[in-house]
């Protein structure tokens, strides 16, 4: 079966602008969670849905948004772009949200 | 707060030998523990687990073990192959909360 997609692999933005990450689950999937990566943080938190209802949320301004949609693909959304917001941008799905987790490769989210 | 720690941001072993990553975590509430193996270019991907009743888990060359008295997690593979040179991550969780993650480790194996 497909594994999880994410649209588009690479993104180029300028400071201020806003950008929309597509994240498509594992089929029957229901639980979306994102992780931002970057140099010596590891993964971050940022949230998780859980059938279209966002369900946990990690320390991120509020700059960082997502949505979920009935058929459990997530959109992330990041306004007034800072340089500090370059990194890859990882989607995870599961089918419950608890264990099972498998990511896509990412978008990688270049801030100039 | 960085509540699971790497501490060694990379390691090198031979090719042949062990590998022995090691991940300590502070919250005692976590019940679920992970190591995920991340190459350049793609996402995660999910290597062994083991839930907070057991201290051991082994899947073929990978081996988990979970020392709650200390907070710790160690995975050992043996032997090491060039193939698993990449960032190891090991994760915890607390029932249904968010997965946390650690910073990684490097790990590159030398022919």
């Known amino acids: 079966k497909a594994g999880v997609t994410q649209t588009p692999r690479y993104l180029i933005k300028t400071r201020g602008q806003q950008v929309t990450l597509s994240c498509s689950p594992i089929s029957g999937h229901r639980s979306v969670s994102w992780y931002q990566q970057t140099p010596g943080q590891g993964l971050q938190f940022l949230f998780e849905y859980f059938s279209e209802t966002q369900r946990n949320k990690g320390n991120f301004p509020g700059r960082f948004s997502g949505r979920q949609f009935s058929n459990s693909r997530s959109e992330m959304n990041v306004s007034t772009l800072e340089l500090g917001d370059s990194a890859l941008y990882l989607c995870?799905?599961?089918?419950?949200?608890?264990?099972?987790?498998?990511f896509g490769s990412g978008t990688r989210l270049t801030v100039v | 707060d960085q509540q699971v720690k790497q501490n060694s941001p990379s390691l090198s072993v031979q090719e042949g030998r062990i590998s022995i990553l090691n991940c300590d975590y502070t919250?005692?509430?976590?019940?679920?523990f992970l190591w995920y193996k991340k190459y350049p270019a793609e996402g995660p991907t999910f290597l062994i687990s083991?839930?907070?009743?057991?201290d051991k888990n082994e899947d073929g060359r990978f081996t988990v073990f979970l020392n709650k008295s200390a907070k710790h997690l160690s995975l050992h593979i043996v032997p090491s192959q060039p193939g698993d040179s990449a960032v190891y991550f090991c994760a915890a969780r607390e029932g249904n909360e968010k997965l946390t993650f650690g910073t990684g480790t490097r790990l590159t194996i030398i022919p």
């Open positions: 919250n005692s509430m976590f019940d679920y």
């Open positions: 083991i839930s907070s009743i057991k």
């Open positions: 995870a799905s599961s089918p419950w949200g608890n264990y099972g987790y498998t």
